[in-house]
């Protein structure tokens, strides 16, 4: 086994928790005190961990069926949520709630494999591309954090056998190209605690940020709904 670094101090849950704390300053900012932009640059820290998580999950599942369709049926339940804090409505097509990103970069990463296995030779350029086509269609389909949160998600699953620091060197790389403007920058603070994993999963807490997710946007929205 291979043995941890005296900083390599935060396992999979508190990394969750972390994000979290950070999805809750990024949202109460944005619903409440939007001239707060410091309670935005919290927020950044969110998505890289999430997105490392998601891919953690992905590798280290024992049903990745099941996997695909707990973040599937959640993107559902988390829809009416997001629309209702995002665009004041029950629906809205035009930009959708980051699990439901989560599941399309999964399904994603399910097609992928499933040519590398079947295919053989040829499946690994053809899963790639078929990785491309999900990437380009988070995009059109108006997916929170779109390619960025699904190109990281890729990374980390497709580096799988390099040492942590390289995959998140590539990530941070790949996040600098996309996102390298304003309050934006401050997305690369979510990686530090990624520098800081051991690889352990902690007490799991699996059903946290599944059921977080649309309970905090629907207190956010009942809050507003007070005021």
């Not at 097509?93 to 030779?121: P, S, V």
């Not at 190209?177 to 800081?196: A, E, H, M, T």
């Amino acid at each position: 086994m291979k043995e941890n670094k005296p900083w390599q101090i935060l396992n999979g849950t508190a990394l969750k928790l972390i994000a979290m704390v950070s999805m809750v300053f990024d949202h109460v900012g944005d619903n409440f005190f939007p001239e707060a932009v410091w309670m935005r640059v919290i927020g950044r820290i969110a998505l890289p961990i999430f997105a490392f998580c998601v891919a953690e999950g992905y590798l280290h599942t024992r049903d990745r069926k099941k996997y695909l369709l707990r973040l599937g049926i959640f993107a559902l339940v988390s829809e009416i949520p997001f629309d209702l804090v995002t665009a004041g409505k029950l629906l809205e097509f035009g930009h959708q709630n980051i699990m439901l990103t989560f599941f399309w970069a999964i399904l994603g990463l399910l097609c992928y494999d499933a040519l590398r296995e079947k295919l053989k030779k040829g499946g690994t350029v053809l899963g790639l591309l078929t990785l491309l086509a999900f990437a380009a269609g988070s995009l059109f389909l108006g997916m929170d954090y779109g390619i960025l949160a699904v190109g990281i998600i890729f990374i980390y699953v497709l580096l799988r056998d390099k040492a942590l620091p390289w995959r998140n060197a590539a990530a941070m790389a790949y996040h600098i190209l996309l996102r390298n403007v304003g309050i934006y920058w401050f997305g690369l603070l979510g990686f530090l605690p990624l520098f800081l994993y051991n690889g352990k999963k902690g007490r799991g807490l699996k059903w946290l940020f599944y059921l977080f997710y649309p309970g905090h946007l629907l207190l956010i929205w009942g809050i507003r709904l007070l005021l």
